[in-house]
């Protein structure tokens, strides 16, 4: 029988556990990114360039390509807001980046280990979850580059959390709580919106009276809706629409599918093993996942299971049948370039990762066993691969690399007077190395995208060059050139201007 020392015993290991995988989570992010930072991506330059304009008092505003700070439409404003005020007191933004990462990591560790333990309640299931997430190598690679999927996924595994406990509970704090918190992730990444909808029809599909349900799906609403409302409020106003994106539909094609079976194989199966043996295996666990929120959607429609633990099941399936009908639906119609690689598909990993443990903690005897085996099979492949993220990250990526991080051009930069307008082929990177505003260089035929909201098109890229060049004559400005692969010269169109320095990786020109 047990006793309450061995109960205060279990506690206190579930509680360890949770505290050790949360470290874990956390220390593996600021290991990998310690001698280079973080990954940086053109993405991370807007997160920098936002958060440092907050934190001037100028709003939530990026530097357009003409040099020149416009209302900031694509990106939801969480991310740049958490930073900014660290970023007020003379922090750079990459550094708060790395710390919020690291500590949304550990935290996503936690609460998936929490989640685990609300619905098998086997805290051996709570702690096996939060370990899998915290060496699991997608969530690693995510939260050591410049992104805000980290911080989006802690927030999305409160909010289970938090509707785990109110269908326990019926508290409508716990409701509130998670409708907030689902509310708050539509303004750290607009995926966020299929979890607003995901909740209300989850709430609305648990049984009894379909008043209490109409009464608690309002509940949730009033909980959710306000933050993401507010800000598309915001963006009608100060950009004068709600998107910038053209709707058209396109088929989908062999890349997109394969994108989808390299992001599942990725999460479950060792990256040495055979392509096509983890391809195969990617499908028949696409078509096990597809299998199990059918069942789940039969099951409840059915109304066969009066089990306690019954409201987790169609959550879990709910929630990651919104998520892909939302990449779905969005390359589909509105991006069709996009692939639902590993990163975009990143959210139904942690719905994964439970429902695995949930599943291999429902059996008994040996077949308990077995498949505590395949997750610690499972935890031993992210062990693996975390090391060569670690190391790839460690080594320096994208525009994290040594080329930029040791760059003499943008040290060369940051010696030019402070108010002169610089324009360069390369601008994202000066402006995340310096904060300084940069203009881009039209230099070939993508010269469409550099006109003035609400005029008519450049005719062609001489005559944006002649635009760009009289504003910088105007304020005696400069460009940065970096030599791109195989041409150490200043190009023909730029040859006239006085070379104020040069250096071995590009040249500061004077427009004057």
């Not at 280079?36 to 991370?44: A, F, I, R, Y």
């Not at 980046?97 to 309640?121: D, K, M, S």
């Not at 055979?274 to 429609?301: D, K, N, Y």
């Amino acid at each position: 029988m047990e006793t309450p020392q061995d109960t205060d015993r279990q506690t206190w290991a579930f509680r360890a556990a949770l505290a050790g995988a949360g470290l874990v989570g956390a220390l593996l992010v600021l290991i990998a990114s310690a001698p280079q930072g973080l990954w940086v991506s053109p993405d991370s330059m807007v997160y920098a360039d936002v958060a440092r304009h907050i934190a001037a008092g100028a709003g939530i505003q990026a530097t357009n390509i003409h040099g020149q700070p416009e209302f900031v439409l694509t990106w939801p404003p969480l991310y740049p807001l958490l930073m900014s005020p660290f970023v007020a007191l003379g922090a750079e933004p990459g550094d708060v980046g790395r710390w919020l990462n690291a500590l949304a990591n550990g935290l996503l560790a936690v609460l998936t280990g929490l989640c685990a333990r609300r619905i098998t309640g086997l805290r051996a299931a709570g702690g096996a979850a939060a370990w899998l997430s915290a060496l699991a190598s997608s969530f690693l690679l995510n939260a050591a580059t410049f992104w805000s999927e980290a911080v989006f996924l802690a927030i999305v595994a409160g909010a289970l959390l938090c509707l785990l406990r109110w269908s326990a509970q019926r508290r409508w704090q716990w409701l509130v709580a998670g409708g907030a918190l689902i509310g708050l992730a539509c303004l750290q990444r607009y995926a966020g919106y299929a979890f607003v909808a995901a909740g209300a029809v989850w709430v609305l599909q648990l049984r009894g009276a379909w008043r209490e349900r109409l009464k608690n799906a309002g509940i949730f609403m009033a909980a959710a809706a306000p933050l993401p409302v507010l800000w598309r409020i915001c963006v009608l106003v100060f950009a004068g629409q709600v998107d910038a994106r053209a709707v058209g539909f396109a088929w989908p094609d062999s890349e997109h599918f394969v994108a989808v079976g390299y992001a599942v194989a990725a999460w479950l199966f060792p990256v040495g093993w055979p392509t096509l043996v983890r391809a195969g295996l990617a499908v028949l666990t696409v078509g096990a996942i597809v299998g199990g929120i059918g069942f789940t959607a039969w099951h409840r429609l059915r109304r066969m299971h009066d089990h306690r633990l019954e409201p987790a099941a169609p959550l879990l399936a709910i929630f990651a049948l919104a998520y892909a009908g939302l990449v779905a639906t969005t390359i589909l119609f509105f991006d069709h370039p996009l692939h639902a690689n590993e990163r975009i598909l990143s959210p139904l990993l942690p719905l994964l990762l439970i429902a695995l443990v949930w599943l291999a903690f429902a059996q008994t005897g040996r077949r308990r066993v077995a498949a505590c085996m395949l997750l610690a099979m499972i935890g031993l492949g992210y062990a693996v691969r975390d090391i060569d993220v670690i190391s790839q990250v460690r080594q320096g990526q994208a525009w994290s690399e040594p080329r930029w991080t040791d760059s003499p051009l943008i040290a060369g930069v940051e010696q030019l007077p402070a108010d002169a307008p610089i324009a360069s082929n390369w601008r994202e990177v000066i402006m995340y190395y310096t904060g300084r505003p940069v203009a881009d260089v039209p230099m070939g035929s993508g010269s469409e995208i550099l006109r003035p909201p609400g005029t008519v098109p450049f005719p062609d890229p001489p005559a944006a060059r002649a635009l760009l060049l009289n504003r910088l004559k105007q304020g005696r400005g400069y460009i940065a050139w970096f030599w791109t692969e195989g041409h150490t010269e200043v190009p023909p169109e730029l040859a006239g201007f006085r070379v104020v320095a040069r250096y071995s990786d590009g040249v500061i020109l004077a427009v004057d």
